[in-house]
Every structure is written in structure tokens, then in C-alpha cells.
């Protein structure tokens, strides 16, 4: 019976681990249609409007991801004059938040391209742009990233500053990439056919860049929330109890998933280029 169970054990954390290795395999396709909207801006030579909108976005995209690097700074010497050298393992969360906050932040503000629009306005669809099995996903882990806070919080398992930090930096991330979503939307297309690959890129940049962050916003903050309740030793019964191991592997499956999320986002930060001769001259 012993061997059963630990062997059903087994069998349950493997199975808790295939979501997130699903998840990741669907950001490897998406970076498939990322680098096929890259390749359309370096066949085609842009308008000098739509030169002057590549650097103006570049530069804008630079300029909010540094103010979330400073915020990060402050947040980690905040955390120093506050908790002294217990601080030490926030340091990189703190930092890492701030850095993915800017990166949403940057794409929810990006400025208006000032190319003139097509007459009469047309728009894409945001399933032309990124994968609809991402922004659900994201939501559904921004869901489940709150109600695991909820749930530990009102169990007394979390601090009042650890439940607040975890409920709003997910949550204000998720806005935020809904807004650059639907900005991303409603955005009307360029009438210069040259800058419509320009413009196409633009969108599925701004749209995988805000899912993604805010995926790792909520997924890493969740698997922590998950191995906490996963290893707390008042929550296991004696025997076998199969609750503590899927907490558990969930808690590694979430982590596991943000980590390989997150290496996707850092090779997508740079700007889009195009070696057209209105850039190049």
C-alpha cells in the first residue's frame, strides 16, 4: 500500500508539472510569429514617417524600461533601510518586478505614430496578432495568483505588506497589458502599404511583450504562494495526503514556467530594426 502510494504520488507531481512545460512550448511558437513579422520590416522599406516612428518607439521603450530599472534601485534601498540585511533576498525580486512593470508600462504608453491612416479606418484582430491561448492564459494565472493570496492571507499564512505586494503588482500588470492590448487593437492601419509591415510588427511586439510580463508577474509570485501552502506542516494529514504534493508541484510547475517565459521577454526586448536605406542613410 505503501509503495501505491507513493508511486500515485509520483504520478501526480509529474502530471501537475506538464502545464507548465505546455506553456512554455506555446511561447517557443509564439516566438515563430514574432520573428516572421521581424523578417516582413527587413524585406520592406519604410516611409520616412515610419522610420521616424521605429526610433521614436525605440527610444520611448529605453526611456519608461530605465524609470522602471530606477524605481527597482529605490525599491531595493527602501527595502535596506527598512529590514537592514534581511532585505538581502529581496533584492532581485524587488528588481526583476520593476524591470517587467517597466516593460508593460512602456508598451501601454507607447506614443501614436504620426504616419498618416488609412481611409476608411481599418484595425487588425488581436487573434492576428498573438496566440488567444496566451492572453487567456494570462489572465487565468493573474486569477489564480489572487485567489491563492486571498486564501493565504485569510488564513493568517501571509503578512498584510507580503499580501498586498502580491496582489497589486500582478494585478496593476495586468491592466496595464490590457491596455496595451486594446491600444494595440484599435490602433488604425497605416495608408502607406510600405508601413504596414512596420506597423505590424509594432502591434504582435507590444502584444507578446505585455502578455508575457505579466504572465511572469503572476505565475512566480504564484508558485511561491503554492510551495508556501504546499509545505506548510499543519496542512498535512497523516498518511498520504495528495493535496500538499500537487501544491507542491504546482508551486514548481508555475516557477519552472515563469523562469522559461522570462528568457523568451529578455531576447525580445530590443527594438525593432529594419535595414531599409531611410534608416541606414
Excluded at 520590416?41 to 521614436?56: D, H, K, N
Excluded at 500582478?170 to 491596455?179: D, F, I, K, Y
Excluded at 487593437?185 to 509594432?202: N, Q, T, Y
Amino acid at each position: 500500500m505503501r509503495t501505491v502510494g507513493r508511486l500515485i504520488a509520483f504520478v501526480l507531481f509529474i502530471a501537475v508539472l506538464v502545464p507548465g512545460v505546455l506553456l512554455a512550448r506555446a511561447w517557443w511558437l509564439a516566438a515563430g510569429r514574432r520573428a516572421v513579422a521581424a523578417g516582413a520590416v527587413e524585406f520592406a522599406e519604410p516611409s520616412p514617417a515610419g522610420a521616424a516612428t521605429l526610433q521614436r518607439q525605440a527610444q520611448h521603450g529605453r526611456r519608461i524600461r530605465q524609470l522602471g530599472l530606477l524605481l527597482g534601485v529605490a525599491g531595493v534601498i527602501g527595502s535596506v533601510v527598512l529590514l537592514a540585511e534581511a532585505s538581502v533576498f529581496l533584492w532581485v525580486p524587488v528588481l526583476a518586478a520593476a524591470l517587467l512593470v517597466g516593460v508593460v508600462l512602456a508598451e501601454a504608453t507607447r506614443p501614436r505614430p504620426r504616419w498618416k491612416l488609412a481611409t476608411p479606418p481599418r484595425r487588425p484582430r488581436r487573434g492576428e496578432l498573438i496566440s488567444p491561448w496566451l492572453v487567456w492564459i494570462m489572465r487565468a494565472v493573474v486569477a489564480a495568483e489572487v485567489a491563492a493570496t486571498v486564501g493565504l492571507w485569510s488564513s493568517g499564512e501571509l503578512g498584510m505588506p507580503v499580501a498586498w505586494a502580491a496582489l497589486i503588482v500582478p494585478v496593476v500588470s495586468w491592466l496595464l497589458a490590457e491596455t496595451a492590448l486594446l491600444r494595440a487593437v484599435l490602433r488604425p492601419l497605416p495608408s502607406e502599404g510600405a508601413d504596414v509591415p512596420v506597423d505590424e510588427a509594432l502591434r504582435t511586439w507590444t502584444a507578446h511583450l505585455v502578455t508575457a510580463a505579466a504572465t511572469v508577474l503572476a505565475l512566480l509570485p504564484l508558485g511561491a504562494l503554492l510551495l508556501v501552502a504546499g509545505i506548510d506542516p499543519d496542512g498535512v494529514s497523516e498518511g498520504y495526503d495528495f493535496l500538499p504534493v500537487a501544491l507542491v508541484a504546482g508551486g514548481f510547475s508555475a516557477l519552472a514556467a515563469g523562469i522559461a517565459v522570462a528568457g523568451f521577454l529578455l531576447t525580445w526586448l530590443r527594438p525593432i530594426r529594419s535595414s531599409a536605406r531611410a534608416l541606414t542613410g
